[in-house]
């Protein structure tokens, strides 16, 4: 079956403007992760969806990043006014159950966003 | 400062080469994972180890969790072309979000 696919696969932005990034999980999974990946870098955990329940914001980096799931399955990450250190891989992932501690991962191939 | 912290940070060995990469912690873990990521791709999971001591293989691969569930291994036996690229180590608390590691960078030449 199909697997996480994200859109676009490449932005380029000038400093200050708005971008979304989409995310389509595959199809049934219940929970849904955002990742920053810098170069040469690990992967930073940005936010997590769970069913219906309230989205675990912990890893935003600021108020300029937002994200929406809607009907608990495509998601989109905002980012207003775009900053240079913004520039990266963004990678969603979504797991089948809601299990955080023992769920396999599904990546998406990510979204490189450069800022100019 | 790196919860997770990996070594080498890169890697590059001949094919037939044998070779281990490390994933180390202060911190106890209720699971970690160790995915591989190839240029322009997600990561994808290689395996899940949950209890102190495990050894799993995945072919020529073989991955330990620590008996302290605080650090684990993964080791390659007869390294190949193929598996060439970024291995992450991943490790959870329970209920919590996985947190990664910076990653090994393994290049094996032919």
């Known amino acids: 079956g199909a697997g996480v696919s994200q859109s676009p696969s490449n932005k380029v932005t000038e400093k200050g403007k708005d971008v979304e990034l989409r995310c389509d999980p595959i199809?049934?999974?219940?929970?849904l992760y955002w990742y920053r990946q810098s170069l040469g870098q690990g992967l930073e955990f940005l936010i997590y969806f769970q069913g219906n329940s309230a989205p675990d914001k912990s890893g935003l980096p600021s108020d300029r990043f937002s994200a929406e799931r809607t009907g608990g399955s495509v998601s989109t990450l905002t980012i207003q006014r775009t900053q240079q250190e913004d520039s990266a891989v963004y990678l969603c992932?979504?797991?089948?159950?809601?299990?955080?501690?023992?769920?396999?991962?599904?990546f998406g191939p990510g979204t490189r966003l450069t800022v100019l | 400062t790196q919860l997770l912290e990996q070594s080498p940070q890169f890697l590059s060995i001949q094919e037939g080469e044998n070779l281990t990469v490390y994933c180390n912690s202060s911190s106890v873990f209720s699971s970690l994972q160790w995915y591989r990521q190839e240029p322009g791709e997600g990561p994808v999971l290689l395996v899940t180890?949950?209890?102190?001591?495990e050894v799993k293989k995945l072919k020529r691969l073989t991955f330990q969790f620590g008996d302290a569930r605080k650090d684990s291994s993964l080791h390659i036996t007869a390294a190949q072309p193929g598996d060439t690229g970024l291995y992450l180590c991943a490790g959870a608390r329970w209920g919590q979000n996985f947190v990664f590691g910076p990653g090994t960078r393994l290049s094996v030449l032919p």
């Open positions: 992932a979504s797991t089948p159950g809601g299990g955080r501690a023992t769920d396999t991962q599904y």
């Open positions: 199809s049934g999974h219940t929970a």
């Open positions: 180890v949950v209890t102190g001591g």
